[in-house]
């Protein structure tokens, strides 16, 4: 049979037994166990924001000290959001964007739900495509830190939903590292000299990874990809956010660090890489 007359399912599952060889069948195990959450209470009622222990992990991993000015370039729906607003200065401002209008909706939503008044107050949002927001002059050279967790392949949702599943074609790798670019790229114009990126994706693929952080340091001389002191941002995230029940252990890659849910008590998918402008 034509590779090209494969089902989705069948691709996909070739590509990442290719990407992760004996591995990939503890990985689908691992995606058919629940993610490992951890629960963010609201001062303001009894609702709680339950947000994968990885992605509060990759979030306290981007440096907030003396920052003025943050962005969170892709935010919905707020989880992330939520972790950077804890950590953030007392005088400290955070731009919250998302593309989609009701995305938008509910990340605005989460904020006034989950932040006292005396922080939500010092969110602003706003609902432009991140590719695009470098255009705005004012936004040039405007941030201290920039947190991009850019859309991806998102694999654990797709394997979890047979209509997207049957969809599957590794194009949608390339099409997806080509948008992760433009955002990337965009952020970094944004950044101030001694600002930070973390980037991240909940992605598997290579391309979507290093792959993307490779192209950016090609690109930008001024780009230098800095080690993080794991240990540490667990302790300061764990004193931080009570409750937590755990953060996960990360995997070294080229560039970043991935959580893998087969080795992190079902924790993940989730790959970051900090980034600093010289």
């Known amino acids: 049979m034509k590779k090209n007359n494969l089902s989705g399912d069948i691709l996909f599952d070739n590509y990442y037994s290719e990407l992760f060889s004996e591995r990939w069948e503890k990985l689908k195990e691992a995606f058919s166990l629940d993610p490992a959450y951890c629960a963010i209470e609201s001062p303001l009622s009894e609702e709680k924001y339950y947000i994968d222990a990885a992605s509060v992990l990759c979030a306290g991993c981007l440096p907030l000290e003396n920052a003025d000015a943050v962005l969170d370039m892709c935010a919905a729906p707020g989880g992330k959001t939520l972790v950077l607003a804890k950590r953030m200065g007392e005088e400290t401002e955070l731009l919250a964007n998302e593309r989609s209008k009701e995305r938008y909706c509910r990340l605005s939503k989460v904020v006034k739900t989950f932040l ?34 850019a859309p991806c392949s998102s694999e654990r949702h797709v394997y979890a939903e047979n209509k997207y599943l049957a969809q599957w074609t590794p194009s949608r790798i390339k099409s997806l590292s080509m948008a992760q670019w433009a955002l990337l790229s965009s952020a970094f114009l944004m950044l101030k000299e001694g600002g930070y990126i973390l980037y991240s994706t909940c992605a598997l693929a290579n391309e979507e990874n290093d792959g993307v952080i490779r192209r950016l340091l090609k690109k930008y001389e001024n780009a230098i990809v800095q080690d993080i002191d794991i240990n540490e941002r667990k302790a300061v995230l764990l004193e931080l956010i009570p409750g937590l029940p755990f953060l996960p252990d990360v995997e070294r890659t080229e560039y970043g660090y991935q959580v893998l849910p087969d080795i992190s008590e079902g924790a993940g998918p989730i790959y970051f890489c900090l980034v600093k402008k010289m």
């Open 116 to 149: 006292p008044e005396n922080i939500s107050n010092r969110i602003n949002f706003s609902c432009a495509d991140g590719s695009v927001l470098c255009r705005n002059i004012k936004n040039r050279s405007r941030f201290d830190a920039i947190l991009l967790d």
